[in-house]
T-cell receptor
Framework: KNEVEQSPQNLTAQEGEFITINCSYS?????LHWLQQHPGGGIVSLFM???GKKKHGRLIATINIQEKHSSLHITASHPRDSAVYIC??????????FGTGTSLTVIP | NAGVTQTPKFRVLKTGQSMTLLCAQD?????MYWYRQDPGMGLRLIHY???????AKGEVPDGYNVSRLKKQNFLLGLESAAPSQTSVYFC????????????FGDGTRLSIL
């Protein structure tokens, strides 16, 4: 069973392109998180959403609670954005469920 | 302020050996989590703790034990390591509250031969 599904699994883009990563979930949630995992393995929290939209620099995250769907957008992509992006949801308890990640490569 | 620190970073064990992974956080976080990350799969929750002296099972708890004797430390134990426990283990912590993000350690790469 996969409570969280991400698409695409792999994504290659040219520098400067607009990128969208999608996340769908099947459980009731209290919050949705977007994480970034660097090639070295470290994981960083990018956004936490429970409704609407958030923006941080070139990153934008949106969530539609009714459709159980979230998107992460990267504008003007750069090679340093190359990483694995992970969608995670927290249920109404204290547990998190994670997608398998989207591996993004941005080519100069 | 070191954040979340995991010890060790790498370890190779033989089947049947035991070991303990240590997670330490200096942010006074109440909640702490242990995950494992395997190729082609998302992070999976092993055990978690909502406070000092309390622990609970996650999605894949079998073969692991945990303890939270001090608020800042969350220990993950493997009593008798098996090759299926070869994985990358991540610890995370967060404050109480629905709007609090998780802070992750850098991971421990564990190989069981």
């Amino acid at each position: 069973k996969n409570e969280v599904e991400q698409s695409p699994q792999n994504l290659t883009a040219q520098e400067g392109e607009f990128i969208t990563i999608n996340c769908s979930y099947s459980v009731g949630i209290s919050a949705l998180h977007w994480l970034q995992q660097h090639p070295g393995g470290g994981i960083v929290s990018l956004f936490m959403l429970s409704s609407g939209k958030k923006k941080h620099g070139r990153l934008i995250a949106t969530i539609n609670i009714q459709e159980k769907h979230s998107s992460l957008h990267i504008t003007a992509s750069h090679p340093r954005d190359s990483a694995v992006y992970i969608c995670a949801v927290r249920n109404t308890g204290n547990q998190f469920y994670f997608g398998t990640g989207t591996s993004l490569t941005v080519i100069p | 302020n070191a954040g979340v620190t995991q010890t060790p970073k790498f370890r190779v064990l033989k089947t049947g050996q035991s070991m303990t992974l240590l997670c330490a956080q200096d942010m006074n976080h109440e909640y702490m989590y242990w995950y494992r990350q395997d190729p082609g799969m998302g992070l999976r929750l092993i055990h978690y703790s909502v406070g000092e002296g309390t622990t609970a099972k996650g999605e894949v708890p079998d073969g692991y034990n945990v303890s939270r004797l001090k608020k800042q430390n969350f220990l993950l134990g493997l009593e008798s390591a098996a090759p299926s426990q070869t994985s990358v283990y991540f610890c995370a912590s967060r404050l109480v509250g629905s709007n609090q993000p998780q802070h992750f350690g850098d991971g421990t790469r564990l190989s069981i031969l």
